[in-house]
């Protein structure tokens, strides 16, 4: 894993309208980059353009579903046409999630959950590694979750997306590393942004958290130092900390918190 400077690098960001990774959009523009950013409500992205046209960096964006291939190809002909095929920084942030029992959920939530958040994101990847070979001290950042190293209840179909993006992360890490492109994996705890008010089922407001800009402050340092890993917020550290060493003990306090809480009260 390599240090780099984030500075003029050839960055796509998907889920870029919202929350994270608008913050991360901005970010990385007013630190001078070229950011190619993709989200479906495409006002949103046109706003962003608009805000950040003064800065150092530039920004364009394609409107689109990242789980449509159709949309992907034409992703990579604007690669091709515009950055001559080169791609140094893809960061995988787009996502959803559902809050509520398994037993009350369906197929469908659970195959779009894992359409957007697991197969996309791989997908993403396998189409654009000729890119990144292409490109300068390459990096994939996988936006992960807490819930992706620690399991909670009511969120089973999302702790599973998140998890499966875990362990792709860590073995592609692997297998990646003898191209020089590095995989970071960014797991934020609960934050602040529009994703608990578009779950797909069981939708609530959600006030508590990190805020989006210090998530997306903290991915990219994670990517500029040439991190594997980070896990963001105390509590979330002390969560998979808890879960590694003490998993017996810390499923049975989960099961009594439960079993104890109003479905749609739970943190993400
Ligand atoms: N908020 C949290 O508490 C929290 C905690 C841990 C991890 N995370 C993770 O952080 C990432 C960002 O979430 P956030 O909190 O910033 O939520 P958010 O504000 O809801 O943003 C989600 C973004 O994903 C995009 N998106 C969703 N489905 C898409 C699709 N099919 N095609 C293209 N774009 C799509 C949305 O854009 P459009 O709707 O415009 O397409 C939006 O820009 C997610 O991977 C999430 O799982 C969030």
Redesign the pocket.
Known sequence: MAKRTLTDKRTIV????????KELVSQLVQRGNQVLA????QD?LEQLQSDLENATGTLTYLAG???DSEFRRSVLDWIRKNWAGCLDVLIN?????SIGPFADSSESTLRQIME??FFAAVQWIRDLLPALKKGRSPVVCN?G???GHTAMPSKSEYCASKFALHGFSDALRIELSADGIDVVLVS????K???FA?VLDGACQQNK?MS?DRVAASAIKAIAKGKREVILSYGGNCLVLADRLLPTTLSKWLTRWYRRQPQTDMD?
């Open positions: 998907t889920g870029a309208s919202s929350g994270i990774g993709i989200a479906r409500r949103r579903d990242i789980t942030n787009a996502g959803v999630g957007v958040n936006v979750s807490v819930l934020p705890s609960t934050t942004s529009e994703f578009s958290g989006a993400a």
